[in-house]
């Protein structure tokens, strides 16, 4: 089926330990976008890639880095994990000018 | 900057009730404007949207009208259904790159 797809689905980490979330779309869209989903603070945006190649920070980015490795793949990590991040990560991707986003079904990530 | 408020939750309505989800920005000119919906275990996905003031978006049943005279796009459906129940998202374009920034978000539970 066309879509974002998301791996891992959930994942429990120690403080202190790094992870990446992958994110791969199969419908040939040029953005990619990260967010996270807190109760209460909705979905705020991380870091998004306008196109292949490129990357920007999002509203907040500290902590987290990405890779936009080609067209089809967009991948965040976590380089030292902390309890704040422990979130629902969703990405998203677009056609180049739109708005209308295509979301993955989230990873569940707890830090203890 | 330019932003979205929405009403808070949870609603909780029984089938075949009226529906509105408050929705109210701020912003430069007059921005596109969205409504998602995030169904349980499901990442987001656009339910409707508005490109103009005066504008009517819909889709299955829901609406939503673009009203620049009160910075409004309240989200409504005349008669709501068990498989409504899910959390409803307003939102706007956030600077370039086709970003989009979102409500907190509204759970809705419809009730048999």
């Known amino acids: 089926n066309a879509g974002v797809t998301q791996t891992p689905k959930f994942q429990v980490l120690k403080t202190g330990q790094s992870m990446t979330l992958q994110c791969a779309q199969d419908?040939?869209?040029?953005?990619m976008y990260w967010y996270r989903q807190d109760p209460g603070m909705g979905l705020r945006l991380i870091y998004y890639s306008a196109s292949e190649g490129t990357t920007d920070k999002g509203e907040v980015p500290n902590g987290y880095n990405v890779s936009r490795l080609n067209k089809r793949e967009f991948s965040l990590r976590l380089e030292s994990a902390a309890p704040s991040q422990t979130s629902v990560y969703f990405c998203a991707s677009s056609e180049a000018g739109t708005y209308g986003y295509t979301f993955g079904s989230g990873t569940r990530l707890t830090v203890v | 900057g330019d932003s979205v408020t929405q009403m808070e939750g949870p609603v909780t309505l029984s089938e075949e009730a009226f529906l509105t989800i408050n929705c109210t920005y701020t912003?430069?000119?007059?921005?596109?404007l969205f409504w998602y919906v995030q169904y349980p275990g499901e990442g987001l996905q656009l339910l409707l949207k508005?490109?103009?003031?005066?504008d009517k978006g819909s889709n299955k049943g829901f609406e939503a009208t673009y009203r620049k005279e009160t910075t409004s796009f309240h989200l409504e459906k005349g008669s709501v259904q068990v498989s409504d129940s899910a959390v409803y998202f307003c939102a706007l374009p956030r600077g370039s790159n086709y970003k989009l920034t979102f409500g907190k978000g509204t759970l809705l539970t419809v009730n048999p």
């Open positions: 912003a430069t000119g007059y921005p596109s």
């Open positions: 419908m040939n869209h040029n953005s």
């Open positions: 508005a490109t103009k003031a005066d």
